[in-house]
């Protein structure tokens, strides 16, 4: 029997299991099963409490009559160690059980995790034989991860997430044809603007020192990362210490509006002593992200969805706020920009791109496009 780790490193504190009934317990279908887990994460996001999903699989051959009834068996014999709160039924119907056990304490994760492992273990060989039992594998997945960037691997896990598994194949034809969109707007926006490409690099040559592009690694869909392109509008060799402890107060909703130009307060820094003069310029006019037509390209970005953040911008996140980079892949332009910008707060601004995310249609795609030639040239929130 085999133990697989998940991709989280947190630790879980003491679970308690009582007996249930076998007959009390309601073993749920597939859809229910899986609508359980998306309603326990989102309560989970908020509450900060922490669940476990445990799944037991037979392998190539678990659709069969025979393994079916076997694991009939396995989760009648799991009611008997399980809590009343935890919850059994298919993650894959008549192939893949499972149990979610619900408001885990994090602590001490790996000897609950063996200490678990042990009761099911116990529990399973007193109600299969032994044949039956060598063939189960169990894996065990925590939410939430523990999201490493120091790791070039996926941090976000996605068996924990068959929501938004289902909801990409629901949409695999649009998204099929989002990025077509991309590859043919980035391939046209590269060579209509080359002229202007070519005068911006110029530019940043005669007024500073160093690099016409600023390369750096930005987390993209499901919390992978990716060399982000910018015109450089910074001073090479500065310090972001000032920078990141204001991300830190923005994102716990501590950071005070800064003024800008046109007299409205934006959160953001209005007087970052690291960007040049020319830089501010392009800030401003956001020709600064027209590199990013090649992180489109390269299919890293998109043209419409959420600004993707800097690596310690999500060590602060609450977990809820991980689900503006899981369920859509960055853009360039999003609803965000066309709908406030840094006039917003953070939490407004993930709202923003969870609700573009929820309600994503090619034409939807289409109105933020139309708009944000409007926003760019009204400069509202920019700086």
Known sequence: MN???????SVLGPLALQ????????????KFFQRK????????????KAFLLMLLDLGDNSASERNSKILHKTL???????RETDVAGWYKHNAVAGVMFTDVEIEDRTTVLKTLLARVSETLQQGLSLEQFTQLSIEFHVFPEDWNHDLTERPSNPTLYPDLVDRDEERKMFKAMKRMTDI???VLALILLSPIFAAIALGIKLTSKGPVLFCQRRIGQHGVTFSFLKF????????????????KKLISGTAEAHSASSGDGVYKLTNDSRITRFGAFLRKTSLDELPQFLNVLAGDMSLVGPRPPIAYEVEHYNTWHRSRVLEAKPGITGLWQVCGRSRVKFDEMVRLDLRYARNWTPWLDLQILIRT???VLSGDGAH
């Not at 133990?3 to 490193?9: A, D, F, H, I, P």
């Not at 009648?76 to 399980?82: I, K, P, R, S, V």
């Not at 001073?235 to 990141?244: G, L, M």
Request: glycine share 4%; aromatic share 2%; hydrophobic share 30%.
């Open 3 to 9: 133990l697989r780790r998940s991709n989280n490193r």
């Open 19 to 30: 007996p249930t009934s076998a007959a009390e317990r309601e073993i749920l279908q597939e």
């Open 37 to 48: 887990i998306s309603l326990e994460r989102k309560r989970a996001e908020r509450s900060g």
């Open 76 to 82: 009648e014999a799991l009611a008997l160690c399980t």
């Open 184 to 186: 043919v707007g980035s």
């Open 232 to 247: 450089r509008s910074m001073h090479v060799n500065n310090d972001a210490s000032t920078h990141k402890a204001y991300i």
């Open 373 to 375: 030639p409007k926003a």
